[in-house]
Antibody, heavy 117, light 109 residues
Framework: QVQLQESGPGLVKPSETLSLTCNVS??????????WSWIRQHPGKGLEWIGY???????YYNPSLKSRVTISEDTSKNQFSLKMKSVTAADTAVYYC?????????WGQGTLVTVSS | QTVVTQEPSLTVSPGGTVTLTCASS?????????PNWFQQKPGQAPRALIY???NKHSWTPARFSGSLLGGKAALTLSGVQPEDEADYYC?????????FGGGTKLTVL
């Protein structure tokens, strides 16, 4: 049973960089065929796909966020990470990490990140 | 910018059947968009229900089914239970990118 758990600061100041990590257990992120994704949900709103990193290390980002987002992996720790620079209040959201196989199957519980001074 | 559209809200009676749809601004949804469906209850993370149009995960109740209907992806709930009241999201694959629909709030009344 794959489990994902997000971690990182719950409060980030405007213009700074948001950094989150997703710890994966029950499976290796370097196993072939999986995409490791970040998704967010603004308060009371719908889901927004941020991007993914493939097991090969290739990445793909939401075009609307591409200039500010980097997803990376640390296979030694079985983790992948999200960095979003120059955040504003509009980036306040619950951030989820997830695994995509033939579809997004496993999700983390989500972590609320608030952007405020 | 690609937009994926779902019904904002639907109401169904317990034991009834309801179909939620998912449309793409780029045209008809086909299997090549690998439609996914998710259920989200308040305060919880989304839960995957359907992938690749009509495939169920091992935990997906039998009353949920996915299909293509009139150029859209569709999620049908048959024999609706009170616990099916939730928000439902579709996800479409556009080559590298993925785009979520705005979600449908399903009320069981």
């Amino acid at each position: 049973q794959v489990q994902l758990q997000e971690s990182g600061p719950g409060l980030v100041k405007p213009s700074e960089t948001l950094s989150l990590t997703c710890n994966v257990s029950g499976g290796s992120i370097s196993s072939g065929g999986y995409y490791w994704s970040w998704i967010r949900q603004h308060p009371g709103k719908g889901l927004e796909w941020i991007g993914y990193i493939y097991y090969s290390g290739n990445t793909y980002y939401n075009p609307s966020l591409k200039s500010r987002v980097t997803i990376s992996e640390d296979t030694s720790k079985n983790q992948f990470s999200l960095k979003m620079k120059s955040v504003t209040a509009a980036d306040t959201a619950v951030y989820y990490c997830a695994r995509e196989n033939e579809g997004i199957d496993y999700w983390g519980q989500g972590t609320l990140v608030t952007v405020s001074s | 910018q690609t937009v994926v559209t779902q019904e904002p809200s639907l109401t169904v009676s317990p034991g009834g059947t309801v179909t939620l749809t998912c449309a793409s601004s780029t045209g008809a949804v086909t299997t090549a968009y690998y439609p996914n469906w998710f259920q989200q209850k308040p305060g919880q993370a989304p839960r995957a229900l359907i992938y690749s149009t009509s495939n169920k995960h091992s935990w997906t109740p039998a009353r949920f089914s996915g299909s293509l209907l009139g150029g859209k992806a569709a999620l049908t709930l048959s024999g609706v239970q009170p616990e099916d009241e939730a928000d439902y999201y579709c996800l479409l694959f556009y080559r590298g990118a993925r785009v979520f629909g705005g979600g449908t709030k399903l009320t069981v009344l």
